[in-house]
């Protein structure tokens, strides 16, 4: 394995959505700035949401202009208001998103799947008009498992990512939002992939609750997937799917990548120290295990 992969940083987003406390703006563009030092040059930065759906990310209009220059940033955006506040601050880097599951599309965004992707439409529309350089991605989430139906079929996934490259996005990321993915059935479903929609432009976004990410990440490699999605120390999770755990940590999947040979820009060091800064601000111990082994060779006690 030699070519390099993508990886898309979501701490700063996903990350920080699901914590408790909303940390201050100043705190946000520090962990940034650090996650850009660390060699992450693709970082979901925050979300134009209801601020009353997720006062986390409230912020998320100061926060832009602020960005330190250098990576390629983007925001999640649910709805024509949302895409409203990221157009008047020129956004070039959108995010739209959507989930294979019926019920965790109402409980996330309070629309069903086909109004979901009908306010995709509208979002894509006025973007594409009025941001002729702009890039979108498309998120499909509850790809393998939702928290309330249960087990997702493939089809279901693929057929919600076909709909939206026919909207007209630039790539689509396949979310096991709760964690639940196992390889063989990332296999089916990267197999089933391959005869609708374009590979090259699929992303994978695993969430570790059951500790299956890397595993996932390994097989989906093998196939040929270049775009991975990860959150520094492993943060993240959705407010509204209950039982999701971190995201995959951006430390394991620079560690495995780096070990299996395949290169990345992010330097492990500098990412630690940045996990380091913000975990402390949220007063959690490490929980990716590329740190917490990095630290018991220190003699540190991970806890
Ligand atoms: P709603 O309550 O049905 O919408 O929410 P509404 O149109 O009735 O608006 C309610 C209020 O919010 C109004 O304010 C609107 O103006 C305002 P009020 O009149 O009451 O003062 N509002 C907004 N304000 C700012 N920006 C906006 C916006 N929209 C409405 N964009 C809505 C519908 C979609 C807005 C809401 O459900 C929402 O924001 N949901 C987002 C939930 C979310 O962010 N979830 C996490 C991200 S998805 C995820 O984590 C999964 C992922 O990681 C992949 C994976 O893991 O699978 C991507
Ligand atoms: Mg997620």
Redesign the pocket.
């Known amino acids: 394995m030699s070519d390099g992969v993508r990886i898309v940083e979501v701490g700063p987003r996903?990350g920080l959505?699901n914590e408790r406390i909303a940390i201050p703006l100043e705190a946000k563009l520090r962990f940034i700035q650090s996650l850009r030092d660390a060699g992450c040059d693709d970082i979901e930065a925050t979300?134009?949401?209801?601020?009353?759906?997720?006062p986390q990310l409230a912020d998320a209009a100061s926060l832009w202009p602020l960005l330190p220059a250098g990576p390629d940033y983007s925001v999640?955006v649910?709805?024509l208001?949302?895409l409203e506040?990221a157009i008047e601050l020129g956004v070039k880097r959108i995010a739209v998103?959507t989930a294979a599951s019926e019920s965790f599309t109402l409980k996330?965004?309070?629309m069903t799947l086909e109004q979901s992707l009908e306010a995709i439409r509208n979002v894509i529309e006025e973007y594409r008009s009025t941001t002729p350089d702009g890039w979108i991605r498309g998120?499909v989430?509850?790809a393998f498992e939702c928290p309330f139906e249960g087990s997702i079929a493939p089809e279901r996934t693929i057929e919600v990512t076909r709909k939206l490259f026919d909207l007209g996005v630039d790539e689509v990321s396949v979310?096991d939002?709760v964690g639940a993915a196992v390889p063989v059935e990332v296999k089916s479903l990267t197999k089933m992939l391959e005869d609708s929609v374009p590979m090259e432009q699929i992303a994978y976004?695993f969430?570790d609750t059951r500790g299956t990410a890397i595993a996932n990440v390994s097989t989906a490699l093998e196939l040929g997937i270049r775009i991975f999605d990860s959150s520094a120390a492993g943060l993240g999770g959705?407010?509204?799917a209950p039982g999701a755990g971190g995201n995959l940590a951006t430390e394991d999947l620079v560690y495995f990548l780096h070990r299996s040979g395949v290169p990345t820009r992010i330097d492990p060091d500098r990412l630690a120290q940045a996990s380091r800064e913000v975990l402390a601000l949220l007063g959690r111990p490490a929980s990716a295990k590329a740190q917490q082994a990095q630290l018991s060779a220190s003699g540190t006690s991970p806890r």
């Open positions: 996903d959505q979300s134009f949401v209801s601020p009353k759906w997720v999640l649910p709805n208001k949302g506040r998103f996330n965004i309070n998120y989430s509850t979310g939002t976004h969430h959705c407010p509204y």
